[in-house]
């Protein structure tokens, strides 16, 4: 059974991803990406959007993806 959530908002869209999903949308291996993640949480410095305890340890994606865009200097309207 699918909850609310996923009815309404296709896979692709959520909000709050795990780190397995972002993995994923990151695109890189999973040993190197979960490495440079679990270096960026221990560096409070970083600007790297921290998981949600409200939203079952969840990142928000919106802010992580304004996160690699701030990166890579692509500029956002």
Same mark, same amino acid.
């Given at each position: 059974m699918t909850d609310i959530a996923t009815r309404e908002r296709p896979h692709r869209e959520t909000l709050y991803i795990? /780190?397995?999903e972002l993995y994923r949308r990151m695109g890189v291996p999973k040993k190197e990406a979960r490495e440079a993640? #679990?270096? %960026? /949480?221990r560096? =409070?410095?970083s600007g790297f959007p921290p998981k949600q305890k %409200?939203?079952?340890g969840r990142r928000y994606w =919106?802010? %992580? #993806?304004a996160y690699f865009d701030r990166l890579?200097?692509?500029k956002t309207q």
């Open positions: 795990t /780190d397995e993640i #679990q270096m %960026l /949480d560096n =409070p410095h %409200l939203f079952g =919106p802010a %992580l #993806q890579n200097k692509v």
